[in-house]
């Protein structure tokens, strides 16, 4: 059988370690985190490739490295690795700007600029991004973090075009994700007042699981999905 890796950035918990535990099965995965050490349960048929997202030259080795060791058999990309410093803009100091804009938008930008060179050579190939609700709404003491995630909408729609555009025969597609609010260790930072405000907002009544979002991505990746291009898929119990 076709061999298909699949690597999921931010794999070490979270959205990104249940979406890493519902592909196990299925595809040969490569699994990123900051650190090895990141990860305290590991599954099966996965290889491990870190890198700290803050820093550039890292960045690209990553980037590197993952054509080296897996563009032949890479068929797709889960961009999930993501921060948020929540605080009004009055007080964001710029070192966490600049760290929100480098991992959430510009490391999937690089990533996402390896990987349609490597499908596009493969004439195959899926691309997510993991972006948020807040990229379509907006959230107070969130500007910068929405603003990465909007960013990554319009990214993604962008380059499903150009990858239209560029390639002949191709099967290649890039979708967004964009969960509300996820019970993780990002969300369990959130004081408790907040969070019960944020609930008002949920139709459903409760957060949602990090299992919820990653039977969305299993579906997303798997041919089942073929004609799902350049969307973005919203997963948040009915917020609008
Ligand atoms: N949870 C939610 O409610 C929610 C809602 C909407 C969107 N999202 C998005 O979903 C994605 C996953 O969120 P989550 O809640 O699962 O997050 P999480 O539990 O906080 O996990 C974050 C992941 O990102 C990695 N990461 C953190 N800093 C990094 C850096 N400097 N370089 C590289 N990787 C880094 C972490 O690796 P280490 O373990 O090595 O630190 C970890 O694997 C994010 O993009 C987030 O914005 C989450």
Same mark, same amino acid.
Not at 68 to 94: C, M, R, W
Not at 233 to 240: D, F, T, V
């Given at each position: ?52 997202? *803050?820093?550039?030259? =890292?960045?690209? $080795?990553?980037?590197? &490295? ?7 058999? +890479?068929? #797709? ?54 972006? *948020?609700?807040?990229? =379509?709404?907006? $959230?107070?003491?969130? &500007? ?7 960013? +990554?909408? #319009? ?86």
């Amino acid at each position: 059988m076709e061999k298909r890796k699949v690597l999921i950035t931010g794999a070490s918990r979270g959205i990104g370690f249940e979406i890493a535990k519902k592909l196990a099965n299925k595809y040969e995965l490569i699994l990123h985190a900051t650190s090895e050490q990141s990860f305290s349960e590991t599954l099966p048929n996965t290889s491990l490739l870190c890198a700290d997202f *803050s820093n550039h030259e =890292e960045v690209n $080795n990553f980037c590197k &490295s993952l054509k080296k060791l897996h563009g032949k058999d +890479l068929y #797709a990309v889960v961009n999930n690795a993501g921060i948020t410093f929540d605080k009004s803009l009055i007080f964001q100091p710029e070192d966490e700007i600049d760290k929100m804009l480098q991992i959430n938008l510009k490391t999937p930008i690089l990533i996402c600029k390896t990987a349609m060179k490597i499908f596009g050579l493969n004439k195959k190939g899926v691309i997510i991004n993991i972006s *948020s609700c807040v990229g =379509e709404s907006g $959230n107070a003491f969130q &500007s910068v973090y929405a603003a990465t995630k909007a960013g +990554l909408i #319009a990214f993604s729609k962008s380059i499903a075009k150009e990858i239209g555009i560029l390639n002949q025969d191709h099967n290649i597609r890039v979708v967004t994700v964009s969960p509300g609010f996820i019970e993780s260790d990002m969300t369990d930072k959130i004081p408790e007042g907040e969070k019960a405000n944020y609930l008002k907002m949920v139709p459903a009544g409760r957060f949602g699981k990090a299992d919820e979002i990653a039977n969305a991505v299993s579906f997303l990746i798997s041919d089942e999905a073929s004609y799902i291009n350049g969307s973005n898929i919203q997963i948040n119990g009915g917020i609008l």
